[in-house]
């Protein structure tokens, strides 16, 4: 069996996925905008010795026939929420060894002010840090609060691709990784390792220098999520670490093939690419406890969220629509991935369960040993390498999972027991280099020189 990379799935917002259970007692979401609240996550992942505990994040919010519905205020479902980035630097000092990885947008954050604030907070947490790399689901509401012109799904791709060449110029080829010296005697920075920038590409153009030096990672690791052919093609292309959004074995199976194939195609080694599945549970003593446990998630949530929530995502109001109109016959330039999902179902059988847990797979529900059993069947079967636990309450089914699961996979060697040395690279991926492998395409951008490592301050 090998060794699960394990995270956890949090959003910077009272509830997550699409549904609404803050208000059920265990959960202290409804905080998300204190320190407090996620000096603990920080800590539970930690001590638990989680790879990384990943931020998401969206700009948009949910319409409705061009309105925000008033539900979405009562229940929080989109908004309120805080910049992923700005969390992870603040959970810097009270972290060691977590991996710290956030959303942002390449639709609408501008590339050359990006490359500055990862690289600063790579440079910070001495190469901790992953950038999930997301076109934007919810572009519609996103583009008009930026001020922008709406772009459809697959041309954010093409997007998201020129991009990316921009930011691996920024990050790789414009200081080299030994450029600085910091020779009091000498120079600070060797003037020859430091290289002026060009680019001119479809959708965005710079000229200039990198911001930021060299960090420890160079270009942080690379997450990625899109399933829609253009997302695999684009996965296989940049990817490192691909979350999945769970499903069945089967339908799991075939997304890790497609993906490793995208990659091979890509001339990249399709196993240098961890797949992480989300994965939620609720662990009881007994299964009837776990049942009753869920039950009461289940009954502090609103379902009326459904048609709200579901608009977020996919902009479609499914109130709009006769309960047995299948699912098949809709069309979105939000996300595919969450039509994809349904499209053997019709839109009555999303208004009974889209609520219970929205974008998030339907937990397991049962003891510790059928939950560790659930994992370790469903990554031996699919050949995933891990999982990304997406939380029922926060922080109470994850303090389960890790004092009552984790210790079982631990057992069985599926978990570690403690953090490796080196960069969240290093450690996730599995990399001989804290920086991208010579196969990865922004690693031809990187410019001679050796990396200079962590420096420590004097
Ligand atoms: C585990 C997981 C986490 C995701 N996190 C985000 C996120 O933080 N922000 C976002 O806009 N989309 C997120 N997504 C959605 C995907 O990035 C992607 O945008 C969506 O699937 C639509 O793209 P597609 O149509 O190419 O599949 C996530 C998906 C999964 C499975």
Redesign the pocket.
Known sequence: MKQLRLGL?E?AQANDSGTATWRHKGNKRDHFDRMEYWKNVAKICEDASLDFL??????GWSEVDGERPEICSVEALDLPRLD?ATVAAALLECTDKLGLV??S?TLVEPPYAFARRVATLDHLSEGRIGW???????AETATAAFGIPMVN?DER?DMAEDYMQLIYKLLEGSWEPDALERDKQGRFADPNKVHRITHDGPYFRSNGYGNTSYSPQGTPVLF?????????E?GGRHGECI????GPVDKLAEQVRLIREEAAKAGRSPESIKL???FSCVVGDTEEEAEAKYKEVLDSQNPEVTVASYAM?TGLDLSAYAPDTPMSEMKTE?????L?RFKDKTVGDILENWHAHG??PSPVVGTAERIADAMCDLAEQTDLDGF?L?PVTQPGTTIDFVTKVLPILRERGAAASGYSDGTLRERLIGSSQPTLPSDHPGAAYRKHGEHSGIVAAE
């Open positions: 799935f959003n990943f931020l998401a994040d969206a700009w992923p956030f959303t947008s999930n790399v997301v076109t934007t689901g919810t799904h791709y990625q999520a899109g399933l829609s052919t253009k997302g695999r684009f979350f999945l959004g769970g992480m599945s989300a995502y939000l996300s595919k991935t969450q994809e974008v998030r990304l997406t």
